[in-house]
């Protein structure tokens, strides 16, 4: 099909897995090992390898670890910049999407529902037992966040007027009232999935959703993990994760039916019907909810 009739996203899930090859972060190794797989886990390659394959992973050696999972950050903040944004006629706004890394000045408390976090933290540098007490862990700085500015009184009233001067006074929503952007997204982008990496996706997970004042932002994970066993650690369950959401779903689908074993693929239905599991082209719609 020609580009310039291809659906949005279908072109944008080609140009993230492009960019994944192109940088090196989808790749494979002299002696045939995925980058995404665990060298040490003979159904992780093969599964892998199936989906490389796919994909047409270029042959090159392995990045480090944790220059890939930068990578991984930076290209899935990408996609969704160049998806969700968008959808202004399913989801209107001033959307933002950027990757926050390491930048610890633009954590949680950046945002309008997690603003008072920002004035605990004041207190527990000021208060050494209050901190002993507490702890921060509450001080969340995801990997990639979407955020919408408020809107001002002009937007709100047009195409007819919904707020005045008596009413509406302590929406989030209204820039007079309040000039913090409103986090829409929190967004965890782990290129593998290890126990001790689902459990700090769940970690930040769960501190969004103690800490807030407000609405709840959507709180998802973003990976590229080929076992089903893996995706399992975070997929699994409800009450704090939304959904996780697979790079490359499909070729993983046809990638287990070839190379896993049949408990791979229960266990991957399992993920898929239960709607626990997605693929990465079901991200920006299930944010437009």
């Not at 944004?85 to 990757?99: C, F, M, N």
């Not at 399992?232 to 939304?242: K, N």
Request: charged content about 25%.
């Amino acid at each position: 099909m020609d580009d310039d009739n291809k659906a949005l996203i279908a072109k944008q899930r080609e140009v993230f897995h492009r960019s994944l090859v192109e940088k090196g972060v989808l790749a494979v190794s002299s002696n045939g090992i995925p980058s995404n797989a665990d060298s040490n886990n003979g159904a992780s390659r093969r599964i892998a390898a199936g989906i490389a394959e796919q994909l047409m992973a270029e042959l090159h050696e392995r990045h480090a670890a944790q220059t890939s999972g930068a990578k991984f950050e930076t290209i899935v903040a990408d996609y969704v910049a160049c998806t969700f944004p968008l959808l202004q006629h399913i989801r209107p706004g001033d959307w933002t999407v950027i990757k926050l890394g390491n930048r610890s000045s633009l954590k949680a408390s950046s945002y309008a529902q997690y603003e008072h976090l920002a004035y605990l933290d004041e207190l527990t540098r000021e208060n050494k037992s209050l901190s002993a007490m507490i702890g921060n862990d509450y001080m969340v700085a995801p990997d990639i966040v979407v955020y919408r500015q408020p809107c001002t009184d002009e937007e709100l009233n047009s195409p007819f007027r919904v707020v005045d001067e008596q009413t509406c006074l302590e929406a989030d929503i209204r820039a007079r009232v309040n000039r913090k952007p409103i986090l829409h997204a929190s967004i965890s982008a782990k290129w593998t999935m290890r126990s001790d990496r689902a459990q700090n996706s769940r970690t930040e997970a769960l501190n969004l959703i103690r800490n807030r004042k407000g609405s709840l932002p959507h709180i998802v994970v973003v990976t590229g993990e080929p076992l089903p066993s893996r995706l399992a650690s975070i997929a699994l369950g409800t009450g704090d994760i939304d959904c996780t959401y697979h790079f490359a779903l499909y070729e993983l689908i046809e990638s287990v039916r070839e190379n896993g074993s049949e408990d791979a693929m229960d266990m991957l239905e399992t993920l898929i019907e239960g709607r626990r599991l997605k693929d990465i082209s079901d991200l920006p719609l299930d944010l437009a909810v």
